[in-house]
């Protein structure tokens, strides 16, 4: 085989399926395949994705040169709720801080009547207390008790804990007690896996810290062993194809995706292993916003359908919406990530009655194993897959005839439900589609409503194997403007992969008064932490000249309780730097909220915290223009019957085969190896110049 050609993957792993897309970096070609996820061992689908990318380009695995990997490892863990073995160690007096928690009730003080507190992280007997004392500027008030530590230590060996999480009073301000708790730790039991909150989220708010370090431990063990058996496997998959090199052989740079739109080296990854929590949508995410941007349409929405559940995620100025008040399931975590919303409708998604006699659509998935019905692999309830395939709206095979679909074990699946509810066959097979799609808008509706925008101003990019089915309901629930879909679809977090920068954040509070800001510490702490953020692109390999520094700080008016982020340009810390600061907060306090206080000095702005992020640029691959049309005629390979509100017999066009400019009319199905898209009635799909589908309704057509 060759290796004169240089290639890039980017590798996805989704519940269903494994996406690949693979880049050519001298000539920017793109390959993309997809093979089905292994949830019983994830690396066998990794590996798998790999072997078949390489096959379609007819190479070995010596032509890569970098792999970047999206992972739900993380994810599941915490949306399964999972945490087990987790001890916790704070400080004496605030043993019972996980039960405390906050003040707030979802959904509003009028849920509170109904609502039932979670369950601590950590239950109350593995919890620790440790006598020392930091004042709120880090000075000691009292010592760390050495003794207590050593006490915990024991406690937790005798236990068979082997995961602990350690949080300090008021240790964002200075950490030498969690230093010196570790120190003693690591010494009585150097087998438990240990977390800082110093280390992890160095910043105030004891609850939402202290949670954020114990995810941070109870997904390190998994994290290392799945990143450390994808290496292994990847390096001796590596090694195999130089079998016959005499030279050492290499190891391939393997990046994980990280929730803030950054990747980071495998190794660096499993000492911040929170930081991948919400590492596959996030990828997704960064891939639309790349290929929106190309297409013309820097603001959008996203909806990201796989197998499971659906992502859904506002991008502005070509840059997703980030946020540090996300949650993972239960778990509050204010690490940096991308403001995703995720909701239980994927393909599998399981359609089932309530007690009421309601119909009902997820948040239980079939997933990959068994599947939906039509899958023939042991499925027993009826999914949204089933009611697409039932519909005609997919055809009865994926992958371009990989896997076979069983129209008749949908329909008998679905004729249950409609039995039981009274409905005719259709009816009841739409009704499961109408809910998705319910389902979906309102989730979209939280990531614009919440951020004071409509979703009628937005175009949505729709990708991910499901994610583009429901495309044309969408537009009439939500009154969006149109929706692009990617070529690919089904490839879109895969390519995302390869769009993104290596990234690093790192946080210091530091809580003042504008009027009163000591100049002299804010350049100090900035450069700090520019010093942090250089070292670790140092550890990833970056040259000197190659790297770049973001810098952020979050504001707030005295007595608010929560922040706004905004960028500190560079420079010296001078009067000019710090007013552009505080001009950026009035500014985009008033966008978010609809007010500011300008110029009031009854409402004094509050610095809080202060943000550097080091970024490692990595080539990205080019969106290549496709060739002129020819008209979408020549592109129909036939018809199937497609229920839209009726029967029709509606034209099935092949993607591949459509050029610039070509322009497809509802009812049609718009077919290619990854994803289908069913043109409903009264709408349009003109093919745009990078191969786009841009759908819009015939009356808003210029």
């Excluded at 799609?437 to 509706?445: I, V």
């Excluded at 403007?481 to 210091?508: E, F, H, M, W």
């Excluded at 982020?565 to 001078?574: K, L």
Aim: charged share 20%; net charge negative; with cysteine.
């Amino acid at each position: 085989m060759s290796a004169t050609r240089r290639i890039r993957i980017g590798i996805d792993t989704g519940g269903t399926f494994t996406d690949v897309v693979a880049v050519d970096e001298e000539t920017g070609e793109l390959v993309t395949t997809k093979t089905p996820s292994t949830p019983a061992n994830p690396a066998d689908g990794f590996l798998n994705g790999i072997d078949k990318v390489l096959g379609v380009l007819g190479l070995d695995g010596d032509a890569v040169t970098a792999v970047s990997h999206g992972t739900t490892v993380a994810t599941n863990k915490l949306l399964e709720e999972k945490v087990e073995n987790l001890g916790f160690i704070t400080t004496e007096g605030y043993g019972h801080l996980l039960e405390i928690a906050r003040q707030s009730v979802p959904d509003g003080y009028g849920n509170s009547y109904f609502w039932v507190k979670p369950d601590r992280i950590v239950p109350v007997d593995l919890v620790r207390a440790i006598g020392g004392r930091l004042a709120v500027d880090g000075s000691e008030v009292r010592p760390l008790v050495e003794a207590d530590v050593v006490a915990a230590a024991h406690y937790f060996r005798a236990r068979g804990v082997t995961t602990i999480g350690l949080s300090f009073l008021n240790s964002y301000a200075n950490p030498v007690h969690e230093e010196q708790a570790l120190a003693i730790l690591q010494r009585e039991y150097p087998e438990a896996d240990y977390s800082l909150s110093s280390q992890v989220l160095r910043e105030y708010r004891e609850y939402e810290r202290s949670v954020t370090t114990l995810v941070d431990a109870a997904v390190k063990p998994n994290i290392r062993a799945y990143v450390n058996n994808i290496t292994e496997r990847l390096n001796s998959f590596i090694a195999r194809a130089d079998a016959s090199d005499e030279t050492e052989h290499r190891e391939v740079p393997f990046y994980v995706m990280k929730s803030n739109g950054g990747v980071l080296s495998a190794e660096e990854v499993v000492r911040q292993p929170i930081t991948t929590v919400l590492s596959g949508p996030a990828a997704g995410a960064l891939g639309a916003a790349v290929i929106a941007q190309r297409a013309g349409f820097d603001s959008v929405l996203t909806c990201d359908g796989g197998g499971t559940s659906t992502d859904v995620t506002v991008v502005i100025d070509g840059h997703p919406a980030l946020t540090t008040e996300g949650t993972v399931g239960p778990y509050p975590s204010k690490i940096p990530m991308i403001d995703v919303v995720t909701v239980g409708a994927g393909g599998g998604s399981i359609a089932w009655i309530s007690p009421e006699g309601t119909l009902k659509v997820g948040p239980q998935s079939a997933g990959a194993d068994p599947g939906p019905l039509c899958y023939r692999k042991g499925g027993e309830e009826p999914t949204i897959t089933d009611a697409h395939v039932l519909l005609g709206r997919i055809p009865p095979h994926l992958l371009g005839g990989e896997i076979p679909l069983d129209v008749d074990a949908a329909r008998a699946g679905i004729e249950d439900i409609a039995g039981k509810l009274g409905l005719g066959l259709e009816e009841a097979a739409d009704g499961i589609l109408e809910i998705s799609a319910w389902n979906q808008a309102n989730a979209l509706r939280q990531v614009t409503v919440k951020r004071g925008l409509d979703a009628r101003d937005f175009n949505m990019v729709t990708f991910g194997g499901s994610g583009s089915l429901l495309a044309c309901r969408l537009v009439d629930i939500l009154g969006l403007q149109g929706v692009i879909v990617p070529l690919n679809p089904g490839n879109t977090s895969a390519y995302g992969l390869l769009t993104v920068d290596v990234r690093n954040d790192y946080v210091r509070t530091a809580i003042s008064k504008h009027d009163d800001l000591d100049r002299e510490r804010v350049e100090g702490l900035l450069t700090q932490l520019a010093s942090e953020a250089d070292e670790a692109l140092a550890r990833e390999g970056f040259e000197p000249a190659e790297r770049q520094f973001s810098r952020t700080a979050d504001l707030r008016y005295v007595g608010q309780a929560f922040e706004v982020r905004v960028p500190v340009p560079d420079g010296p810390v001078d009067d000019t730097l710090l007013a552009a600061v505080a001009d950026a907060f009035h500014a985009e306090h008033h966008k978010l909220y609809g007010y500011d206080f300008r110029g009031d000095a009854t409402q004094p702005v509050e610095w809080v915290n202060l943000r550097v992020s080091g970024i490692g640029p990595i080539r990205k691959p080019e969106l290549r223009e496709i060739a002129a049309g020819t008209g979408s005629e020549g592109a129909v390979t036939g018809t199937r019957r497609v229920y839209f509100d009726q029967w029709y017999d509606a034209p099935v066009v092949a993607r591949a085969q459509l050029g610039a400019g070509d322009v497809v009319t509802g009812p049609a199905i718009v077919e290619e190896f990854s994803s289908t898209v069913p043109l409903h009635p009264g709408f349009v799909a003109e093919v745009d110049r990078f191969g786009n589908l841009l759908i819009t309704r015939k009356e808003n057509l210029s």
